[in-house]
């Protein structure tokens, strides 16, 4: 019912910034919370943050004050601004969409911090 497409990820230097874009299509957007997750090798899949359909937001300690998750209802788009990147943030970023039913995912994209 639901389909994600990302874009945005590659590669930056420590310090610098990118934004990610998520566009949901086949249902109604404004009924899901929104999140980003990633997954760096290794490791397991750990939520980044998330958006209510309010705009309400929850982010993990990790990225606190660098990233933003920012919702455009009207164009069915999740963002999210990510600031001073460092080569910790190196992982597959997936998007996430859930209502009290359903629970989607994207493909994922990879963001890569190296100098």
């Known amino acids: 019912q639901v389909q994600l497409v990302e874009s945005g990820g590659g590669l930056v230097q420590p310090g610098g910034s990118l934004r990610l874009s998520c566009a949901a299509s086949?249902?109604?957007?404004?009924?899901?919370?929104m999140g980003w997750y990633r997954q760096a090798p290794g490791k397991q899949r750990e939520l980044v943050g998330v958006?209510?359909?309010?705009?309400?937001?929850n982010y993990a300690d990790s990225v606190k004050g660098r990233f933003t998750i920012s919702r455009d209802n009207p164009k069915n788009t999740v963002y999210l601004q990510m600031n001073s990147l460092e080569p910790e943030d190196t992982a597959v970023y997936y998007c996430?969409?859930?209502?009290?039913?359903?629970?989607?995912w994207g493909q994922g994209t990879q963001v890569t911090v190296s100098s």
């Open positions: 086949g249902t109604i957007f404004i009924y899901y919370d």
């Open positions: 958006i209510s359909p309010v705009g309400t937001t």
């Open positions: 996430n969409a859930k209502s009290h039913l359903y629970n989607y």
